[in-house]
């Protein structure tokens, strides 16, 4: 069974900018070490960041059928900011995943427990096959 | 000497690969590496034989080459246990395993079977194992019909084998009993790997290994090895009874055609005939399981002409015995929808209510995908459109939600006034 768990963070999650040094690296080390964990597991097939939302685009077909691009992102409280895809056996196990990912350590080495969005991929089996 | 690679070849080269893992492992003693020096044998045999045409002997080529891994592999092994300790007399031992002379035994094939179905393994990692030791599939075919990266299968079988090893599993035949108690396990991969074959995702039907297949070719290679099991005879006729309507379950779009909207014309004759054949030699054996019942049923589908003319009280009986024999909601559900079609839709009704106290099954999309469908059948379009629309919320197949959603948008036609 494929899920995806989507990470959200405050847009004031940039704050992130501002992290000590020590706590960046063990926020990084830790991702890097759930990456391994899952790749070792063969659960892992795919696992993106995404940049911070001021490099988004809004994009809609213009008359022409042609882009029309708005400049910045709208005020939105929460954001994407990085995605795992992951296949697992059950949604226990992609709930565990969850839960670790989102007790990634923050500033001060304390947890974030950051919200994780954990939705199925649709590729479930057809009815005959249930 | 070579013959020509043709269409029998990939057939041929995949059926060898158990049978020459079963010659190195029992060789090397090493059932792990052994697997990862076939792989790399097959992975040779594909690219070279095509081009080289097939060698004479292909078994003993495959065994040479994979034992050349081995010892390659044995030997930096022991180089780097020398540099630590310095163990000079294995190098010899070493020299006299490079004489190949195959021992074959022919219940390799069988003895890799339930190893690579072993209980302790997660179906995930039982059907990867089995694909690549049994099936002789690449790590590569194996990732692509999973749609996961070709790493990520690679670890799934290291890990499987690590399983293996840490439980003391040992190569050798399991006892006659210890294969009754594991034969269902066995039984349950392989039906696995059918119906992952018949998953689809978006493009997935685009350049995707045929599991449904695969799972066709090594059912019926355990049929030759365990000819006189009546369940595994069932399973390979459940197979081929289902996979016989295979061209007619889609529609050009990929949309999902449920049986009695398909073109029975398109259905598979000589699949069906086999099927039925080798269900009907089964169930003489007198022991009746639950790969015997589904397949009676499929049968009786595949026998029928239209919706119509199917002999709906036949498979309500069987789906009454099924339900005694391996007792499911998923049963349960199947067995209202032929009570239905016996009865009225109002008695699938009744029955369905039993299973919303079911923590298994309720709140399954199915549960409503069916009773909207006997909504429909007793003129009540409203709660049918409701129905269609929880149940595509709730489905995880999206063939299955397209067909759902459109169920509900036609009834929703009909309501509009001024329509017919």
């Given at each position: 069974m494929k899920y995806i768990l989507m990470m959200n963070t405050m847009k004031?999650?940039?704050?992130v900018l501002s992290w000590p040094r020590k706590d960046l690296q063990a926020h990084i080390g830790f991702m890097m070490g759930v990456n391994q964990e899952l790749h070792g597991r063969g659960e892992l097939v795919s696992a993106e960041g995404l940049s911070f939302p001021d490099q988004a685009k809004l994009v809609r077909a213009g008359k022409d059928g042609q882009p029309v691009t708005d400049g910045i992102f709208p005020e939105s409280k929460e954001f994407l900011a990085g995605f795992w895809i992951i296949d697992v056996d059950n949604p226990q196990r992609a709930y565990e995943i969850a839960a670790k990912v989102s007790a990634a350590p923050g500033p001060g080495g304390a947890p974030l427990n950051m919200p994780i969005e954990v939705r199925p991929v649709m590729s479930g089996p057809p009815p005959e096959m249930l | 000497m070579t013959n020509k690679w043709d269409a029998t070849s990939e057939h041929l080269l995949r059926g060898l690969a158990p049978q020459v893992l079963g010659a190195v492992a029992r060789r090397f003693r090493d059932f792990s590496s052994a697997e990862d020096a076939v792989q790399e044998a097959m992975i040779a045999a594909f690219t070279q034989w095509p081009q080289q045409?097939?060698?004479?002997?292909p078994r003993g080529w495959l065994i040479q080459v994979a034992s050349r891994r081995m010892t390659d592999h044995m030997r930096s092994e022991i180089a780097r246990r020398e540099r630590e300790?310095?163990?000079?007399?294995?190098t010899e031992n070493l020299t006299s395993l490079l004489v190949v002379e195959a021992d074959m035994d022919p219940d390799d094939t069988l003895i890799l079977l339930f190893m690579c179905c072993?209980?302790?393994?997660s179906p995930s990692s039982a059907i990867a194992l089995t694909l690549r030791?049994?099936?002789?599939?690449t790590t590569a075919e194996i990732a692509n019909a999973f749609l996961v990266p070709e790493a990520t299968m690679a670890q799934r079988i290291s890990r499987a084998k690590q399983t293996i090893k840490t439980s003391g599993v040992p190569f050798r035949l399991p006892s006659p009993l210890e294969r009754t108690g594991q034969l269902p396990t066995v039984l349950h991969v392989l039906y696995l790997i059918f119906s992952e074959g018949y998953t689809s995702s978006i493009?997935?039907?685009?350049?995707?290994?045929d599991l449904a297949c695969e799972a066709i070719r090594l059912t019926r290679s355990t049929k030759t090895l365990l000819p006189d099991n009546p369940e595994v005879a069932g399973l390979l006729a459940l197979m081929l009874l289902t996979d016989a309507r295979r061209a007619a379950r889609?529609?050009?779009?990929?949309e999902l055609i449920p049986l009695d909207k398909?073109?029975?014309?398109?259905?598979?004759r000589s699949a069906i005939s086999e099927g039925i054949e080798l269900l009907t030699a089964a169930l003489s054996k007198g022991s009746v399981g639950l790969y015997q019942l589904q397949a009676a049923i499929a049968a009786v589908h595949d026998e029928a002409a239209s919706v119509e003319n199917t002999d709906w009280p036949q498979i309500l009986a069987l789906y009454e015995l099924l339900q005694r024999v391996a007792p499911s909601p998923m049963v349960t559900l199947n067995l209202a929808i032929a009570a239905a079609m016996v009865h009225g839709p109002a008695k699938g009704l009744e029955l369905l209510r039993a299973l919303d106290r079911d923590p298994r099954i309720a709140g399954h999309y199915r549960l409503d995908a069916v009773r909207a469908h006997f909504f429909e059948e007793m003129g009540d379009r409203e709660a049918a459109i409701q129905h269609y629309r929880i149940a595509a919320a709730r489905t995880t197949s999206m063939p299955e939600r397209n067909y759902l959603l459109t169920q509900a948008a036609r009834l929703a036609e009909l309501l509009k006034p001024g329509c017919p």
């Open positions: 004031a999650g940039q704050g | 045409g097939v060698p004479e002997n300790t310095a163990v000079a007399a294995e072993h209980p302790a393994l030791a049994v099936g002789g599939l493009g997935s039907h685009l350049q995707r290994f889609t529609g050009p779009d990929e398909q073109d029975r014309t398109l259905w598979d």
